[in-house]
């Protein structure tokens, strides 16, 4: 259903509840002739039952003009959508190749970012198809004992690969959570030669109250999947299952892998990463934002910079042919 076609079905209930239908679509319900705060409650009552979905609270106060009020119904099918294409878009807690048809010998394992679902990396997998395997996993939810969880991601690692040297990466929060991983790894005599960080910061006690819908307050626009993910029931659980794990969570100590951290071009710096290995710390500026760094007008960048850092592993010999 296009946006169109919603606002001539929200102009017919506006008619029932008003008898007014000359209403410009960016004119103000509440402007003309008192159509008062009553008759939005029962525009607003009408319009859930037609569409079948629910409204949020603060998405009733928003509910002002045909513009604004199809912007949010479309919205809501869309999340209600989603909602219901659950298993479309949960892995679940195995590693899974998202490059299922790929049979390359370097595989690449993917640590969720913030918003907990590894489903965040399928754009990248699919335009790095011929390169590698691209294994995703969600984060696991179902954990108070963290130290416990991160063994089972490191258990899930090596029932895909039974011996390293080990290539990780991780998006945002995701590569607080692949460095924690590689700890865990290193104690148990793998090898993980590299992680690929896409414009992550170290987690520490600066970082324990941002998540992920705290960037909106920074001005930094949030993708509508991402936020509409965020809406659903398994997204939201998820997201803050991640994000009680990371207000607890102090990157610290060293470990043997080479970093590599593609960040946004205006935020250059070490992001704290470089005291946190034995090894080579590298920095690759690319364009965009922290939120924006998957969407179609930056992704080929990202997919270049991680397709070119690749083969400078291959060439270091840290990933064998």
Known sequence: ???????EILRGIVWEVTEINDFQDDEKFMDRFGVDSMSIIEIVARTEKKFEIKFQEHQITQFTNFNEASRIVLDRI?????????????????????????????????????LGLGMAYLDIAKRLENECN????????????YAEM??????????????GPY????????????????????????????????????????MRNTDMRKLLESGEEMPDLVRRLLETPFGSSIHDSF???????????????????????????DKGWAEGTE??????????????????????????TISRILKDIQETNLIKN
């Open 1 to 7: 259903m296009t946006e169109h076609e919603i606002k």
């Open 78 to 114: 869309i999340i209600e959508t989603i909602s219901k294409e659950e298993d479309l878009w949960k892995i679940g807690d195995k590693f899974v190749n998202l490059n299922e048809k790929v049979d390359s010998n370097i595989n690449i394992f993917c640590f969720p970012p913030g």
């Open 279 to 304: 090894n080579n710390y590298l920095e690759y500026a690319i364009p965009g934002t922290h939120l924006s760094l998957i969407l179609p007008e930056y992704i080929e960048i990202l997919v270049n």
């Open 150 to 163: 991160l063994q089972e991601f490191a258990n899930q690692v090596v029932m895909i690969q039974d011996k």
């Open 243 to 269: 994000t009680r794990y990371l207000k607890q969570l102090n990157n610290s100590g060293v470990i043997c892998a080479n970093i590599h951290n593609l960040v946004v071009k205006h935020r250059l710096n």
């Open 167 to 206: 290539l990780f990466l991780g998006y945002s929060s995701g590569a607080s959570l692949a460095f924690e991983v590689t700890k865990v790894m290193e104690l148990k005599g793998y090898i993980v030669s590299d992680i690929i960080m896409l414009d992550s910061y170290l987690w520490d006690s600066d």
């Open 134 to 145: 691209f294994y995703a996993i969600d984060f696991l939810e179902d954990y108070d004992n």
